[in-house]
């Protein structure tokens, strides 16, 4: 267990996240969505998209084909509707100003991009899927002749079975990243036998000849992102929500796991990259968190769970194999941790004073915690 340096981290991260929004920085957005006979349409979705804030918003027209939100964070803004097999082209930026009605009529008429098949989240339909179906089938593709065959049964049917690595495709760079993670994995491990480094050369041609990536991959058209809606107009019934979205600035985060602090405020582990994030329920603004360094650079962070005293657990399912705490609590405090019940309790700043550091030769101090252990008396004067 590593009860991490986490905390101090989060003081660098918060000074520069943008400044909270209160009430007065919000505004609303409205107008009516009609077909392109200039009926009105109920029942459609209307993206408002604040491309700076990475902040999508959506919501569903009701009768007279109207919509509005009301709590958008001032900016500009691209409205566009979809509904039914229509949608209409995105608007012009709009600008919304704090307190003010701002207004976007918009008409579906154009024709949506055909449905997409199913596929994983980020990757172009039938990437992999092709290949997981026939692996259902019983019938996956088997390891293709060559001097790596013999070497992938010898090394790496350990830990996992064949189809994770016929299933994959890369270039050579990537399978050296493949690779390069794996040994890492087995670094420390009971029961995988290491590569030594003429197999992890033959290995490395092997596998970029016979899994290099798939003919026209990169040329492949990115989809409508409207593909996957709904063909059919929502029911009235079921018109009343708002969706709020999230673009990671790193879209291949791959976000694992999400917990709520006990403020409200969303968090996401990320298996790509390995940093934690948080979206503020309020002001809607996100923050990312490096966790500490450790042997391997590889880190991915999985589960996620918040704890009795509010802090958030994780676990590196990476090669590091470690799990994780980290307090939310971002403005500067001191731990109080109770012998007897195990209890966190947070102290004030300034009830703590620390002298001396100063004389700590050989370190460059940029901050410190102190933890205190000890009980909490019974008249309750300790904490908090
Ligand atoms: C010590 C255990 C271990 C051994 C040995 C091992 N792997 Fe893995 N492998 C993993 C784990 C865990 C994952 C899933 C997590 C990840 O992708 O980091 C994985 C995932 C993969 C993936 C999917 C990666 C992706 O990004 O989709 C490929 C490909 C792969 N392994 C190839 C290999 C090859 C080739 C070898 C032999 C050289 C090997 N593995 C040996 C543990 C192992």
Same mark, same amino acid.
């Given at each position: 267990?590593?009860?991490?340096?986490?905390?101090?981290?989060?003081?660098?991260?918060?000074?520069?996240? @943008?400044?909270?929004?209160?009430?007065?920085?919000?505004?609303?957005?409205?107008? +009516?969505?009609?077909?392109?006979?200039?009926? *009105?349409? %109920?029942?459609?979705?209307?993206?408002?998209?604040?491309?700076?804030?990475?902040?999508?918003?959506?919501?569903?027209?009701?009768?007279?084909?109207?919509?509005?939100?009301?709590?958008? @964070?001032?900016?500009?803004?691209?409205?566009?509707?979809?509904?039914?097999?229509?949608?209409?082209?995105?608007?012009?930026?709009?600008?919304?100003?704090?307190?003010?009605?701002?207004?976007?009529?918009?008409?579906?008429?154009?024709?949506?991009?055909?449905?997409?098949?199913?596929?994983?989240?980020?990757?172009?339909?039938?990437?992999?899927?092709?290949?997981?179906?026939?692996?259902?089938?019983?019938?996956? @593709?088997?390891?293709?002749?060559?001097?790596?065959?013999?070497?992938?049964? %010898?090394?790496?049917?350990?830990?996992?079975?064949?189809?994770?690595?016929?299933?994959?495709?890369?270039?050579?760079?990537?399978?050296?990243?493949?690779?390069?993670?794996?040994?890492?994995?087995?670094?420390?491990?009971?029961?995988?036998?290491?590569?030594?480094?003429?197999?992890?050369? %033959?290995?490395?041609?092997?596998?970029?000849?016979?899994?290099?990536?798939?003919?026209?991959?990169? %040329?492949?058209?990115? *989809?409508?992102?409207?593909?996957?809606?709904?063909?059919?107009?929502? *029911?009235?019934?079921?018109?009343?929500?708002?969706? +709020?979205?999230?673009?990671?600035?790193? *879209?291949?985060?791959?976000?694992?796991?999400?917990? +709520?602090?006990?403020?409200?405020?969303?968090?996401?582990?990320?298996?790509?990259?390995?940093?934690?994030?948080?979206?503020?329920?309020?002001?809607?603004?996100?923050?990312?968190?490096?966790?500490?360094?450790?042997?391997?650079?590889?880190?991915?962070?999985?589960?996620?769970?918040?704890?009795?005293?509010?802090?958030?657990?994780?676990?590196?399912?990476?090669?590091?194999?470690?799990?994780?705490?980290?307090?939310?609590?971002?403005?500067?405090?001191?731990?109080?941790?109770?012998?007897?019940?195990?209890?966190?309790?947070?102290?004030?700043?300034?009830?703590?004073?620390?002298?001396?550091?100063?004389?700590?030769?050989?370190?460059?101090?940029?901050?410190?915690?102190?933890?205190?252990?000890?009980?909490?008396?019974?008249?309750?004067?300790?904490?908090?």
């Amino acid at each position: 267990m590593l009860k991490s340096g986490f905390a101090a981290l989060a003081l660098v991260a918060t000074a520069s996240c @943008p400044v909270a929004l209160a009430q007065d920085t919000i505004g609303t957005l409205a107008g +009516v969505i009609t077909d392109a006979r200039g009926a *009105p349409v %109920a029942g459609a979705f209307v993206q408002m998209k604040n491309a700076e804030r990475r902040l999508n918003f959506m919501v569903i027209t009701q009768e007279q084909g109207k919509y509005s939100s009301s709590r958008l @964070p001032a900016g500009k803004y691209v409205v566009q509707a979809i509904g039914g097999e229509y949608q209409s082209a995105p608007s012009t930026p709009v600008d919304v100003a704090a307190g003010k009605l701002s207004s976007v009529d918009l008409t579906l008429a154009v024709e949506r991009a055909a449905p997409l098949p199913p596929a994983w989240p980020g990757r172009s339909p039938g990437e992999r899927g092709a290949e997981a179906a026939a692996a259902v089938g019983g019938a996956g @593709p088997r390891l293709a002749e060559g001097e790596g065959k013999a070497i992938i049964e %010898a090394k790496c049917m350990t830990c996992h079975d064949v189809q994770r690595i016929v299933r994959s495709r890369g270039n050579e760079a990537r399978w050296q990243q493949v690779l390069r993670t794996m040994t890492a994995y087995a670094q420390g491990s009971t029961i995988a036998k290491p590569l030594t480094s003429d197999e992890e050369k %033959a290995l490395l041609a092997y596998l970029s000849t016979n899994y290099a990536p798939a003919p026209g991959a990169a %040329a492949r058209a990115k *989809p409508d992102p409207f593909s996957r809606l709904p063909r059919t107009l929502v *029911p009235p019934d079921a018109r009343g929500y708002m969706v +709020v979205e999230y673009e990671l600035p790193n *879209p291949r985060a791959e976000p694992h796991e999400v917990a +709520v602090d006990s403020d409200g405020n969303g968090w996401v582990s990320q298996r790509v990259g390995g940093r934690l994030g948080r979206l503020d329920r309020k002001t809607l603004a996100y923050v990312e968190y490096e966790p500490p360094a450790a042997g391997s650079p590889i880190v991915r962070l999985n589960g996620i769970r918040r704890g009795n005293g509010g802090e958030l657990w994780m676990v590196d399912g990476g090669p590091n194999r470690r799990f994780l705490s980290f307090d939310p609590k971002t403005e500067r405090h001191h731990h109080f941790i109770d012998k007897e019940t195990g209890e966190i309790h947070d102290i004030p700043w300034d009830k703590v004073q620390v002298c001396n550091v100063e004389t700590l030769r050989g370190f460059e101090i940029h901050d410190y915690q102190v933890v205190i252990r000890g009980v909490r008396s019974g008249r309750k004067t300790a904490t908090r």
